[in-house]
Nanobody
Framework: QRQLVESGGGLVQPGGSLRLSCTASGLTFDGYSIGWFRQAPGKEREALGC????????YYAHSVKGRFTISRDNAKNTVYLQINSLQPEDTAVYYCATGVVAGSLFQEEYDYWGQGTQVTVSS
């Protein structure tokens, strides 16, 4: 059974950092683009960035470029999202998903999603 599990969320103070993980079971990331997305309360889900399985190229939404970094560990079948300088507006549920279009930030091109991990930024 294919499964994506996000972890690493929690409560963090403004200015802090978190590293979220997306671990796959029942599938490998080879051949997939892995995307990170988030949905804040009362808002639509937005794309943050993705990493291509073919050459590990990363692509980011303009709004998060510079603060968010996506990386992967093939041995652990895990993709990471490092978030720095967290602000209250980063409070959201963060999701990872697999897609077959390299470099895509369009949610419609991602077909398998995890359940999400909550990130809350508050003092």
């Amino acid at each position: 059974q294919r499964q994506l599990v996000e972890s690493g969320g929690g409560l963090v103070q403004p200015g802090g950092s978190l590293r979220l993980s997306c671990t796959a079971s029942g599938l490998t990331f080879d051949g997939y683009s892995i995307g990170w997305f988030r949905q804040a309360p009362g808002k639509e889900r937005e794309a943050l960035g993705c990493i291509s399985s073919s050459d590990d190229s990363t692509y980011y939404a303009h709004s998060v470029k510079g603060r968010f970094t996506i990386s992967r560990d093939n041995a652990k079948n895990t993709v990471y999202l490092q978030i720095n300088s967290l602000q209250p507006e980063d409070t959201a549920v963060y999701y990872c998903a697999t897609g077959v279009v390299a470099g895509s930030l369009f949610q419609e091109e991602y077909d398998y999603w995890g359940q999400g991990t909550q990130v809350t930024v508050s003092s």
